[in-house]
């Protein structure tokens, strides 16, 4: 794990190098009060204070040089991210009101996943300074969350089965003195059936499992935080194609996510009763797997006919959703790498939000705004029900026609989820597929912050 503590510290008047932000807008007016020499410089170098670009203006002594470097209107935390690959190793203290959301991107910027590499590239050191300390520590706790998603993402499925993604839940557990547990055969097989089911197939040391985590007073509202945790996905007997299946080890993707924001949660130390469920399980090939036209009877009591082996997520969060909203919380958040409708839908950058509650879903899209963490609203159209009928159970697990598969599958989770209790859904894709500031090609944490900031907005006593 990146030691994000090490490149964010709190400015005790530290030497350091100046970074100066400046608009497009405001450029010209920067420029009249540069010096010559620096307007040349920037003349030369083709500053035009466009996001990323920066210019180095050199001062009276050699080691004394600033950097100007250009952020958007609204700044985000990516600004500083483009800037930031481009830096020396050295210390470093932005003008004016100080980093701000910035801090984040300059983090992420410097996070590597070199865990399978024999000889990683050496990383320089750039350490920001400031003087938010109550900032900085959210800043620290977001970087490490969205890096435990990245990392968790990342990893293989050979290093990141069912059983390690209980041993990277336990470690959290620990680390904050939650209770925590592991339901896995009989138990498994009698209170999770679905669960159960799905990851029937694979070997023994991949066994099946429902994860979870408790932590805070139970006089305190009770919140559930459920994740997809499918640590590999072959389709199952509605076998994917080899392309398909390159980046399912990050089917996982939901669990990693709903791990972080119980991280952040605690960290935070939010007056909650937080529960975190995630139904861990490998869909395998063999012998013994679940098959289409099966019928799973379920936690809740409901049967599901099996039209699509291959829609097996929405199959471990039904039972998962059932034991959330068996206590009676009062908010449920779901995470799941659910369907590639939604993408093709809204693309990889933006989670597909489904949500029973229209304030909450207002609550959601403010948070997204105000911490550029975005995502799309989808609806639960509940005339696309219909599509999930069976003629021998109480409903199928995969839509007909092949029309709204996120909406459909949104709605098959629905049935699960008990009547009135609010429930945001976030089918989100937890990978990158091209490299951006701050944002490596790879696993990566799409939902999580928007998440953390309603749940903050709601329940902090600050």
């Not at 990245?150 to 089965?161: E, H, I, K, T």
């Not at 937080?274 to 090939?285: D, F, G, Q």
């Not at 989100?428 to 701050?438: H, N, S």
């Amino acid at each position: 794990m990146t030691d994000f503590a090490a490149l964010l510290q709190a400015d005790r008047g530290q030497t350091a190098h100046a970074l100066v932000p400046v608009t497009v807008d405001g450029l010209d007016s920067w420029l009249l009060r540069q010096s010559p020499a620096a307007r040349a410089l920037c003349a030369a170098a083709q500053f035009r204070a466009k996001p990323g670009e920066i210019a180095i203006l050199p001062g009276r002594q050699d080691d004394d040089w600033s950097v100007a470097y250009g952020v958007a209107k609204t700044p985000g935390p990516w600004d500083i991210a483009a800037v930031t690959a481009k830096l020396p190793a050295g210390t470093y203290r932005i003008d004016g009101d100080g980093p701000g959301a910035g801090a984040l991107g300059w983090l992420l910027a410097q996070h590597r996943f070199d865990r399978y590499l024999s000889k990683p590239d050496p990383t320089p050191a750039r350490i920001l300074l400031t003087r938010d300390l109550k900032g900085m520590a959210e800043t620290l706790a977001l970087a490490e969350a969205v890096a435990l998603v990245r990392d968790l993402v990342d990893s293989p499925a050979q290093d990141m089965g069912p059983s390690e993604l209980a041993d990277a839940a336990e470690r959290v557990a620990r680390r904050y003195g939650a209770e925590f547990r592991v339901t896995q055969g009989d138990a498994l097989e009698r209170d999770y059936p679905m669960i159960a089911a799905v990851g029937r197939a694979a070997s023994r040391d991949r066994a099946p499992r429902l994860i979870e985590c408790e932590w805070g007073n139970a006089a305190h509202p009770r919140v559930a935080i459920v994740g997809k945790g499918v640590c590999f996905d072959s389709g199952g007997l509605d076998l994917k194609p080899s392309s398909a299946m390159l980046l399912m080890k990050k089917d996982m993707g939901g669990a990693a996510h709903a791990l972080a924001l119980a991280q952040l949660v605690m960290e935070a130390k939010l007056p909650v009763r937080l529960h975190l469920l995630i139904p861990a399980v490998e869909n395998a090939v063999a012998g013994n797997a679940f098959r289409p036209g099966d019928v799973l009877r379920s936690r809740k009591g409901l049967s599901v006919e099996i039209g699509n082996t291959d829609a097996e997520g929405r199959l471990v969060l039904g039972d998962a959703l059932t034991r959330a909203g068996e206590d009676k919380p009062v908010l449920m958040v779901d995470f799941a790498t659910l369907t590639g409708a939604a993408r093709v839908a809204l693309g990889p950058d933006l989670p597909a939000l489904f949500c029973n509650d229209d304030p909450l879903a207002a609550d959601l899209a403010a948070a997204a705004v105000a911490v550029a963490d975005p995502h799309w609203r989808l609806p639960l159209w509940s005339d696309y029900a219909d599509m999930l009928k069976s003629g021998v159970a109480d409903i199928n697990n995969a839509g007909e026609g092949g029309m709204a598969g996120a909406v459909t599958a949104a709605l098959f989770l629905q049935r699960f989820v008990p009547d009135g209790l609010p429930w945001a859904h976030f089918d989100t894709f937890a990978w990158r597929p091209a490299p951006k500031p701050g944002r490596p090609k790879g696993g990566d944490a799409l939902g999580l912050r928007c998440a953390f900031a309603l749940l903050k907005a709601r329940f902090s006593e600050d």
